[in-house]
């Protein structure tokens, strides 16, 4: 409860900064929110509470976040970093974190892997080219994949993915280890 005290009593000197130091009277942010002079001067003395249904107008009127009003503490950086680690020549960076299932991978693949390797397991595999042209080996069809341009396929056949020698590949893939599909076909509601 301590904490919760002091950033209440710090708010309204937050309150009196934010207004002077972008040039504001009280009476022109009393007609920008509907408060009372009287009541935002209480605000700023901290001799009012503040309240969401205070604060709200008022962080709309300095056209900032609650929380720059409220000071709320930080949080810390909500996005998850992803590690890269290399495998077989590629930069490979895990996009899903549980083992098993259905697994997502952002792949670069270096301009130099332009020599099929055949390669057979169980899976069902689905690419999704970002960028570059990606040359696909499946079974006898050879293909070359642009930015994109989609392929799926059951990996029990033989193939391979790399350059097509005109630079870097970068793909999306997902890869079900037990041959589960990725999608799901959807048909056109039958007409009564």
């Known amino acids: 409860m301590d904490k919760i005290a002091q950033a209440l009593s ?4 937050r309150l009196k900064r934010l207004r002077t130091q972008r040039d504001i009277t009280l009476a022109a942010l009393s007609e920008a929110t509907g408060i009372s002079k009287s009541t935002l001067s209480r605000l700023e003395s901290g001799q009012r509470k503040p309240s ?4 709200f107008p008022i962080a709309q009127a300095h056209q900032v ?3 720059e009003l409220v000071g709320t503490p930080e949080v810390g950086d909500p996005r998850i970093r992803l590690t890269p680690r290399s495998a077989h020549g590629r930069i490979v ?9 259905i697994t997502a991978w952002k792949i670069l693949v270096p301009a130099d ?8 397991h169980d899976g069902y595999e689905w690419i999704y080219v970002l960028s570059g042209r990606l040359r696909l080996v499946l079974a006898d069809h050879d293909l070359v994949l642009a930015a994109g341009q989609v392929a799926e396929f059951d990996t029990r056949l033989p193939h391979w993915f790399g350059s097509a ?3 870097a590949v970068e793909i999306l893939s997902l890869f ?9 076909r959807a048909q056109p509601r039958a007409k009564s």
Do not use: A, I
Not at 10 to 13: D, I, K, R, T
């Open 10 to 13: 710090e708010v309204g000197p």
């Open 52 to 55: 969401l249904e205070l604060l």
């Open 65 to 67: 976040p609650l929380d």
């Open 93 to 101: 960076v895990p996009l899903t974190r549980q083992p098993g299932g």
């Open 113 to 120: 892997q332009t020599e099929p390797e055949l390669r057979v």
């Open 165 to 167: 020698g005109s630079g």
């Open 176 to 184: 079900g280890p037990q041959g589960e599909r990725m999608h799901v």
